[in-house]
């Protein structure tokens, strides 16, 4: 099974609620003359940066998701046996035949 681009983790922007909850505890820290919409646009923005780096402390991110469904695919596979090869790259079976 391969990681396909809806598998990963959406960008969670906060709810309605959480939003409202977020502004308020912010709006202090915005220059009073920016209007309510614009500080809101804002402080989602900064809080959904800061998530995305809580994401990639904890491995949430993209990259390392699909790194770790590669990981996961390659552990499942069997091994593929190595010939061994001599100084000229050649498989060892070939360069005995081409001695002999």
């Not at 920016?34 to 800061?50: F, Q, S, V, Y």
């Amino acid at each position: 099974m391969s990681l396909e681009i809806d598998d990963l983790p959406p960008l969670r922007q906060p709810t309605k609620s959480q939003s409202d909850e977020i502004y308020e505890k912010y709006r202090h820290m915005l220059p009073p003359e920016m209007p309510e919409k614009a500080g809101r646009d804002h402080i989602e923005a900064l809080w959904m940066i800061m998530q995305s780096f809580v994401d990639l402390a904890f491995g949430q991110d993209a990259v390392s998701m699909a790194l770790a469904e590669r990981k996961r695919e390659d552990e499942r596979k069997p091994a593929k046996k190595k010939r061994a090869k001599t100084r000229k790259g050649r498989p060892a079976e070939k360069a005995a035949r081409l001695k002999g």
